[in-house]
Each structure stands twice: as C-alpha cells, then as structure tokens.
C-alpha cells in the first residue's frame, strides 16, 4: 500500500506541475525545440491524473503489486518530463 501512496502523491505533484506549466506560453526553447507547448504540458497532467486514478484504486483494494509495477512505469514517464526541463538549449547543427 505505501507503494501506491508514494505514485499518488508523485503523480498528484506532477500533474499540478505540468498544469501550471501548461497554462504559461513557456519559452522559446520549450515550444519550439523541444515542442513542450501547453497542450504538450496539458497531456502529461492528464496522464498523470489517469495514474493518480490507478493508485487510488490500488490503494483502495490493497493491490501491493499493481501499486509496484504502476510506480515503476509512472516513474518512467516522469523522469521522461522532468528530464524535458533539464535539456537546456542545443544548437541544432549537432
């Protein structure tokens, strides 16, 4: 049960984070680079939403495992998102 705790409130992070972000224009390197633009940001708080659903089912019924598995492929989707802020600028001749 922790483990579908620890997803809830990673996901519920998340998807605050990515609806903030998605309601701001972003920057030139957001959008145009790396195509983060609001509806972009609005997808992974969906998604994220969609999960913290997950975990408050598993944690309902006390699913240990789907709590596990669900935390080990949400983890992945998150580290993808927030690695999204950590690229900086490239140039584009590399």
């Known amino acids: 049960m922790i483990w579908s705790l620890a997803g809830l409130t990673l996901s519920l992070g998340v998807a605050a984070l990515a609806w903030l972000r998605g ?27 969609l ?26 989707i998150a580290v993808f998102y927030g690695a999204s802020f950590l690229r900086g600028a490239t140039d584009r001749d590399e």
């Open 23 to 49: 309601r701001s224009p972003g920057g030139f390197y957001d959008r145009e680079s790396y195509g983060l633009d609001g509806p972009a940001h609005r997808r992974y708080a969906a998604i994220s939403l």
């Open 51 to 76: 999960f913290a659903a997950f975990f408050a089912i598993a944690s309902a019924l006390r699913f240990e495992g789907a709590g596990i598995a669900g935390l080990a492929l949400y983890a992945v």
